[in-house]
């Protein structure tokens, strides 16, 4: 007989986003239960063995499992509950109830929930996603997969290793590599610059002699049964290789970090739009996306580089979740985000200012943004309400990048009446300008 379970809120993914929604959703009152489909809760952090994790959410910096294990225990003490070793097989909506068809080791069960939350996290691209050419012998993997291996599973993936992508994964992995015996004879990066961190750039590669070679590509994998090599090639401005800059260089493991997608295939089988930019569902400053009970948080929402602000995305989301599951249908004042001049995206795509009144969230909403080009000398961040020309918000920045994701508060009872939207603009900021 199949198992049918009722909750107020359902959390997909048992990450740092899901585990916050839960204990968030589970304060408020409501019973709450987290579907997560490894065996055991923490999602990616569990094998993120560096520290750096918590410093903003704790106050101390903490390993990738230590930070995970609070989370989860936060979350259970609060009274959520989690059934690890489930994944959800088919979503649906029907009479004002998600039903969330699950299969689990030992068989399936239904699970109906009055307010669903996606807090499945994001996944990497591959070797096909960016046209590596070749054959697809064994050691191309992952920056994730190697991280998994060498730190969960205690395996040396590759004694000398080429790493395609500048991605955090990839520098950290440069690093491990490196501390674990191996040779990595040199990052390659097809951009002009780091796609990762600053810090991580000058603690894992610079720290450790490891080269990066920008805009430098691998053409092709070479090798039948394992890797024996890859080859270069440095690429133009459009990012296509140079003809006669080719090069060879013997390896036996390629390990590829080469950027992260939100995980949406289940956002997408519900109807949610999607940005085009940020790869994941549309929502406003508490993860509600545009379909009534449903919301979406941390690297599902848009890939976030810290576990911190995963954690607070996931927090609104439950919070708002059990509002939602408790009172039903509110009314919505929705004014759209938009990304102006210089900004890549802003999430949230929209404000709901009718929220604070509610009791969803705080007066202040939370702005995250990424700069769409590098501006090392200066950048100034206007925040603007269009239909006003009101100036909401200024701020100056040192420097922006497009890796580092900056963000912004604002003060919902700042907008004005008949604003048709917001919008956020980025400039290089003017010689003598010392406003901050």
Do not use: W
Not at 106 to 120: D, F, I, K, N, S
Not at 349 to 374: H, K, P, W
């Amino acid at each position: 007989m199949l198992e049918r379970l009722d909750r107020d809120v359902a959390v997909i993914g048992g990450g740092p986003a899901g585990l916050a929604a839960a204990r968030a959703a589970a304060s408020a009152g409501a019973r709450v239960l987290v579907v997560e489909r490894e065996e055991r809760l923490g999602g990616i952090l569990k094998q993120c063995v560096h520290e750096g994790f918590g410093l903003e959410r704790f106050g101390e910096a903490l390993a990738g499992p230590e930070y995970a294990a609070r989370e989860a225990e936060s979350a259970l003490a609060a009274g959520a509950e989690a059934r690890p070793g489930s994944f959800v097989a088919r979503a649906s909506r029907e009479g004002g109830l998600f039903l969330l068809r699950c299969l689990r080791r030992g068989g399936a069960y239904e699970l109906r929930a009055r307010a669903l939350v996606l807090a499945t996290g994001c996944r990497e691209r591959t070797d096909r996603q960016v046209l590596v050419q070749g054959d697809r012998p064994a050691g191309v993997l992952t920056a994730g997969l190697a991280q998994y291996l060498v730190n969960v599973q205690g395996l040396l993936p590759a004694r000398r290793a080429v790493i395609l992508g500048s991605g955090d994964i990839g520098l950290i992995m440069a690093r491990r590599l490196t501390l674990e015996g191996a040779e990595v004879e040199g990052v390659y990066e097809i951009k002009a610059e780091p796609s990762g961190l600053s810090r991580n750039v000058r603690q894992c590669l610079e720290d450790f002699g490891i080269p990066l070679r920008l805009s430098t590509t691998v053409t092709a994998v070479h090798g039948k049964g394992r890797v024996a090599g890859v080859t270069l090639a440095s690429v133009d401005q459009r990012g296509a290789p140079i003809r006669g800059s080719e090069r060879e260089v013997e390896c036996d493991g390629l390990v590829l970090s080469v950027g992260l997608i939100p995980e949406n295939e289940l956002a997408a089988s519900l109807g949610l739009e999607l940005d085009g930019l940020t790869r994941g569902p549309r929502a406003d400053q508490s993860g509600a996306c545009l379909a009534e009970g449903l919301y979406c948080c941390g690297n599902a929402l848009h890939v976030n580089d810290l576990a911190d602000y995963v954690s607070e995305s996931g927090e609104a989301a439950g919070r708002a979740a059990a509002a939602y599951a408790r009172g039903g249908p509110a009314r919505r004042e929705l004014l759209p985000v938009k990304a102006g001049s210089g900004v890549l995206y802003a999430v949230p795509q929209f404000l709901d200012l009718a929220a604070a009144g509610r009791g969803q969230v705080e007066a202040g909403a939370r702005i995250y943004f990424r700069s769409n080009a590098t501006l090392r000398e200066g950048a100034r961040l206007v925040l603007k309400a269009e239909g006003s020309g009101e100036v909401l918000l200024e701020r100056s920045y040192r420097a922006l990048r497009p890796p580092e994701m900056e963000r912004v508060e604002l003060e919902l009872g700042r907008v004005p009446e008949g604003a048709s939207a917001l919008c956020l603009e980025i400039s290089r900021k003017e010689r003598g300008d010392g406003r901050d």
